[in-house]
């Protein structure tokens, strides 16, 4: 399995909207992805107040590939989202096991 975490500053004027459309618009659009595992969303703590999060398991490379195309190393970001992004950073880990 892939674990994407993609990390998106949001001026502070626009968190009100930006929340609401990150989970009416942005997790709809990762869930409908064919390969999800999972999709979790966090909002910005006082460490980082700008700051939130979109963390979604897929269950391999090929998964991945789909939903953000062969260079899914970038942000996938959908139609309309975009005025709220002032900058953003995508990372991929390879999940593993720890032994038993």
């Known amino acids: 399995m892939i674990t994407r975490v993609f990390r ?4 502070a004027e626009l968190h009100t909207e930006f929340e609401s459309k990150f989970l009416s618009v942005s997790v709809p659009y990762v869930q409908a992805a064919p390969g999800l595992v999972s999709v979790t969303v966090g909002r910005p703590t006082r460490w980082d107040p700008d700051e939130y999060i979109m963390i979604s398991v897929w269950l391999n490379e090929a998964a991945v590939d789909a939903f953000a195309g062969e260079n899914w190393n970038t942000a996938v970001i959908p139609e309309g989202m975009e005025k709220f992004v002032s900058e953003c950073r995508v990372h991929h880990y390879e999940n593993f096991d720890q032994p038993a």
């Open 8 to 11: 998106v500053r949001v001026p």
